[in-house]
């Protein structure tokens, strides 16, 4: 065994790898760009060497540097994690040469299945289905167009040497193709310096299940049951579950003996995942096959019970898998919300800034279901435009799918983020929605059932009533907080408040008596209906934890001008409580309405200008691209949103602008 491995990554699964190789002995070595120097991570590891810029194509995707890294600190392997350079075919061959193990698949079955179009070359050739597309590489854009037409719309653009979503495109149409083709390629180039991209066809209504496999070098494969992923945005992953809600042992079976097949005709060694594109009549065609450790793969960890970074680093030293396949057994149900530092109700676009809160929920078993945070950040660091903008990976497990869902939801509400826009409030929506819980799945779910973007919801029912109880909680906690102030013209006993209250939540009105019963509130509605609430919350916390009624119950709180703003099982609402008299003035009050600007163009996040497609002067209908922002190695196209002549422009081509920076205006 290995006495110190290197990461050659950052961020959580710098930090999901060390948590393991400090469980089994073995120590560490962390790298870091400029960017990265105060990295959770570089603190986590026993060692850490520096490889320059904050830029990936200076410091992480450089090879020698980390080659030379491992002469530093004498490492015996490197463990590549995700990205970066973790199916780079020439990474374990550079590591071989130095005399260094890499943990992970031999440099041959990365260049057979880590190659998009190779892969799927390779998948053909082994009677393995496969969707339709045309597998050599595209010049230009009229050739992507003319292999298109002939497929059949709609069609998928896709990087050869992809992941995480960077270089995928879908086209309904031939003018799209032109367009997602160059946006895939320029993708492609600065995300893995490969611009290959490929076509091939978008089966509609598909459903994305994944079979994890790992193998040793002893010619010994297995398959550790399946996830289902359908849940995506911008063909990026959200949330990730395990087992799929729509397979049964059979299609299972099938799925994983074929997985195994393909991964023995490559002689894989390692951590894989082979990627199946399903029908909703669970008929599944080969998508790719990723030659590394998966982001989502903690849901396999919990169902199985397994440490899948712990078997790579194994059979990485040469020993024997310690299970067969008769053995692997899957327990529960496990599903993980993938946190982004982003903007739901701007698009999702990236935001980066200072973490000024970072609170997740508490880890570990928590009555029947078991919480699991894996994260690269803590309270006071950094989010990077440089990088992806993932913050954590929240994980629940419980022993049915509905009891793994309701636990996801209560530690997405006990999860407290702030300094940056995050998309907590949209997971949480998600945990709560109809037919998510009903497991009616598709890779088409969030555009379908968010067709005009994400806008938390007004609480309702049983969730308005918590939120309300909670609201008058807090109010009469800070109520106590203040007369517990010292110089007060009276004294905190001999003054008493009022009981009769009205609290006011997403404007609707909610008249109720508050009464204290020792540590606990009674709080009454005039309909007679009573509810007990208990919380040890103090003010100035960001997350109201109580029981209201016979239920634990998460708040998110954050304060107000005269109230306190909440989010709850998705939905978000300011909420004020006042004396009855207080809510007659109050209803009497003017609300003031924002003042809008139509004439500028703004840069909806945090990013570089990779191009500004129009000129001063120029008139632009409806719908027209404008200009190109990149953030996150992300592309994001801007667009007109009515007919206009261009005024002035503000921004040039490789201009770094902040959040709502000016772009253009128009006249």
Not at 429 to 438: G, T
Not at 521 to 534: M, Q, Y
């Amino acid at each position: 065994m290995f006495d110190k491995i290197l990461i050659a990554n950052r961020g959580e699964i710098a930090c999901r790898v060390i948590k393991t190789a400090r469980k089994m002995g073995i120590r560490t070595v962390a790298v870091y760009s400029d960017a990265d120097r105060d990295a959770v991570h570089v603190a986590m590891a026993d060692e850490a060497v520096h490889i320059g810029p904050a830029a990936a194509a200076q410091s992480y995707l450089v090879i020698e540097k980390i080659v030379e890294a491992c002469r530093q600190t004498g490492a015996q392997a490197v463990h590549p994690g995700y990205g970066f350079l973790s199916e780079r075919e020439a990474f374990p061959k550079a590591l071989e040469a130095a005399g260094i193990v890499f943990i992970g698949p031999n440099p041959g079955a990365i260049a057979a299945m880590g190659d998009k179009i190779e892969s799927k070359k390779a998948a053909a050739a082994a009677n393995v289905s496969t969707v339709p597309g045309f597998l050599g590489v595209i010049e230009s854009p009229e050739h992507a167009v003319e292999i298109a037409d002939g497929i059949g719309y709609p069609v998928m653009i896709k990087a050869s040497a992809g992941g995480g979503g960077k270089g995928m495109r879908i086209a309904h149409s031939s003018g799209e193709v032109a367009e997602g083709f160059a946006r895939a390629k320029s993708e492609a180039s600065s995300s893995f310096g490969d611009d290959r991209v490929f076509v091939e066809k978008f089966i509609t209504d598909p459903r994305h299940i994944e079979i994890q496999v790992i193998g040793d070098k002893h010619g010994n494969v297995i398959y550790l049951g399946e996830r289902e992923c359908s849940i995506q945005r911008r063909n990026q992953k959200v949330i990730e579950e395990a087992p799929s809600p729509l397979l049964d042992p059979e299609t299972r079976r099938k799925m994983g003996e074929q997985a195994v097949a393909l991964a023995k005709a490559v002689n894989y060694d390692s951590a894989g995942t082979v990627e199946f594109v399903a029908g909703q009549d669970k008929s599944f065609y080969f998508l790719e096959m990723n030659t590394r450790l998966q982001v989502e793969h903690p849901v396999t960890e919990m169902i199985t019970g397994l440490d899948l970074v712990e078997l790579m680093i194994r059979v990485a030293a040469g020993e024997t898998l310690p299970l067969t396949q008769e053995q692997v057994r899957l327990d529960g149900w496990a599903v993980e919300s993938r946190v982004y530092a982003e903007d739901p109700t701007r698009n999702f676009l990236p935001s980066i800034g200072r973490l000024t809160t970072y609170r997740p929920p508490e880890e570990g078993r928590q009555g029947a279901a078991i919480v699991r945070n894996d994260t690269g950040v803590e309270e006071g660091g950094e989010i990077a435009i440089h990088y992806d903008p993932m913050i954590a990976k929240l994980v629940t497990w419980a022993p049915t799918r509905a009891e793994a869902i309701a636990a996801q939801g209560d530690a997405l509400d006990a999860f407290a983020i702030d300094g940056i826009r995050h998309n907590i409030p949209f997971l949480s929506a998600l945990m709560a929605h109809p037919r998510w819980q009903e497991g009616n799945l598709s890779t088409g779910f969030i555009a379908e059932e968010f067709p005009n973007g994400f806008v938390a919801p007004e609480p309702a029912g049983a969730v308005a009533i918590r939120m309300m109880a909670a609201a008058a909680a807090i109010d009469h906690k800070l109520n106590q907080r203040k007369r517990g102030i010292s110089g007060q013209m009276r004294a905190p006993g001999l003054f008493a408040f009022e009981q009769d209250r009205v609290v006011i939540l997403a404007g609707q009105s909610y008249p109720v008596t508050i009464e204290p019963e020792g540590e606990d509130l009674i709080v009454t509605r005039d309909d007679g209906t009573s509810l007990s609430v208990a919380s040890a919350w103090r003010p100035g916390e960001p997350v109201w934890i109580g029981t209201i009624g016979a239920e634990r119950v998460a708040i998110q709180v954050r304060g107000l001008l005269n109230g306190v703003f909440l989010q709850h099982a998705g939905a978000a609402a300011e909420a004020r409580v006042y004396t009855r008299r207080e809510a007659e003035l109050a209803a009497l009050m003017p609300v003031k309405e924002q003042a809008g600007s139509g004439k500028q163009v703004l840069c909806p996040m945090p990013g570089l200008v990779k191009q500004i497609l129009v000129t001063e002067g120029q008139e632009v209908k409806n719908g027209e691209p404008i200009a190109v922002v990149e953030a996150m190695k992300m592309e994001n196209m801007l667009r007109a949103e009515r007919d206009a002549t261009v005024a002035k422009i503000h921004a040039k081509e490789g201009d770094s602008l902040a959040v709502d920076a000016v772009i253009l205006e128009f006249a």
